[in-house]
């Protein structure tokens, strides 16, 4: 069964597998006693600092190993704002962070600071200069993640940490998803990664502070991990993720070109086998192994259902999702269409057989649900006498009324209008995103009785 969902989780790379089962003869012990065994699991413990050190592009003494990339997050943001507390308490980051930076930023606020969310484009990419506007005489800390997790766009690090060099704000990178695939360029402060993206155990983050960060560590103090990372070291594991990042860049540049033309086919093939798709992110500046679309017409949980009683396992930034039933901040701040979201994410090893089986399968399965649906078949509209009507979708989930709405567009004349009367929140960005699609006018959202009355104009 293919697995297409890397970007959540990467399989155990081979070299992790082999790594772990041999530090788990050799590091078992304390690494911080003097003894024999002690001393073999700090050589152990020393040799994987290194590695992960040489990766990432800092020295060893600047790196940590944390339980988890969301554990780095949190000690790295908190840790900064704390020693910089006289300069402030704001903190800027892009709109479209991992939920680690979101709900760091989040517990800032409920502590009594502040911060600021810079907006995308519609590709999910900051603009450097509305970044550096952001920073103000009381910024603490700034947060750019290298990739997006969700659509693989990359950000303009290198020159947003320029900028925020000469502010003299320090910027924590998230690299979870692109660290696997190279080092983060430019003079970013910190930077922060989980394991378990890259093919390495889960359960290993790592935190990198560079020299001259003013930084406190947050909670009761440690001795282990310069005290930036309490508790006793996972060293079976470190070492395996250690190994299993210097093994995966070792294959980085050949993978990337072969899985970027495998992601290339999807992103070429989507459009033209889908009727009414939408491929999100940047089509250049984005990672190797990643592309994300979305289907009109379409409930994203049952998608997925259905791709994974096809065969296939891959992920979505729908709202109408098992795990959330909110719409994915990512695709609400692009700007772009929310549900019937997909996510593929090839893992290492991918075949373009496998790829070809899934966009053989993928018209079938999408054509299905929009049946079950009720979507609305494309036919020739008739003339219409109806200068405007009101499409009532209270107490319905989207896609229902962004369905219900193209049913009816072709029963108003050209410059009529269609309003839908909708109280789900994905209705907010989904009715706007359709009428980007189909070339129709979004005139506004207006007060109602119940939920939200969304108004469209008929152009075309």
């Known amino acids: 069964m293919p697995y297409f969902d ?7 790379h081979p070299v992790a597998r082999q790594a772990l089962l041999a530090s788990l003869d050799e590091g078992w012990a304390d690494p911080a006693r003097l003894y024999r065994e002690g001393r073999r699991a700090a050589l152990l413990l020393d040799a994987a600092r290194e590695t992960a050190a040489e990766a990432v592009g800092c020295r060893p003494d600047e790196l940590v190993f ?3 990339g969301t554990r780095a997050v949190h000690s790295g943001t908190a840790g900064a704002l704390s020693g910089r507390r006289r300069v402030g308490r704001h903190m800027v980051l892009s709109a479209v962070e991992h939920s680690s930076v979101l709900h760091a930023a989040a517990a800032l606020e409920a502590a009594g600071g502040s911060f600021t969310e810079v907006a995308v484009d519609r590709t999910g990419a900051v ?9 103000r005489a009381d910024t603490a800390l700034a947060c750019l993640q290298s990739a ?7 950000q303009p690090v290198a020159e947003t940490a320029e900028i925020c060099a000469e502010a003299g704000v320090p910027l924590l990178v998230d690299a979870a998803q692109s660290l696997g695939w190279g080092p983060v360029a430019g003079r970013w402060s910190m930077l922060t990664a989980s394991a378990h993206k890259w093919g390495g155990p889960a359960g290993v983050g790592l935190l990198a502070v560079r020299k001259g960060v003013r930084f406190a560590p947050q909670g009761p103090s440690d001795e282990r991990e310069s005290g930036r990372a309490a508790g006793f070291e996972n060293i079976p594991a470190i070492v395996a993720a250690a190994a299993s990042l210097r093994a995966v860049r070792a294959e980085a540049a050949a993978e990337a070109v072969r899985l970027r033309a495998l992601v290339e086919r999807v992103r070429a093939a989507v459009p033209g086998l889908v009727p009414d798709v939408e491929v999100v992110g940047d089509p250049e500046r984005r990672l190797p192994h990643l592309v994300t679309f979305s289907c009109l017409y379409v409930d994203g949980e049952t998608l997925l259902h259905e791709l994974d009683r096809s065969g296939f396992s891959v992920s979505s930034g729908s709202s109408c999702t098992s795990s959330t039933l909110t719409p994915s901040h990512v695709l609400k701040a692009m700007g772009v269409l929310t549900e019937g979201n997909v996510r593929v994410s090839l893992p290492a090893g991918t075949t373009g057989e496998e790829v070809d089986r899934f966009l053989g399968v993928l018209p079938g399965v999408v054509a299905g649900v929009r049946e079950r649906l ?15 009507l009101v499409v009532d979708a ?8 962004v369905i219900e709405l193209a049913k009816v567009i072709g029963e108003v004349p050209v410059g009529g209008t269609v309003t839908v009367l909708a109280d789900d929140e994905a209705a907010r960005l989904d009715i706007p995103a359709w009428c980007e699609m189909r070339e129709q006018e979004y005139v ?3 007060p109602a009785d119940r939920g ?8 075309l």
């Open 374 to 388: 009720g979507a609305p078949v494309p036919v020739t509209p008739s003339p219409a006498s109806t200068a405007s």
């Open 148 to 154: 997006n997790h969700e659509v693989g766009t990359e």
């Open 444 to 446: 506004g959202e207006e």
């Open 6 to 12: 890397a970007a959540s989780s990467a399989p155990l």
């Open 452 to 459: 939200s009355a969304y108004v469209v104009r008929r152009l």
């Open 394 to 401: 209270l107490g319905r989930r989207c896609p229902i009324p």
């Open 127 to 135: 603009d450097p200069a509305a970044y550096g506007r952001a920073l």
């Open 66 to 68: 944390t339980s988890s």
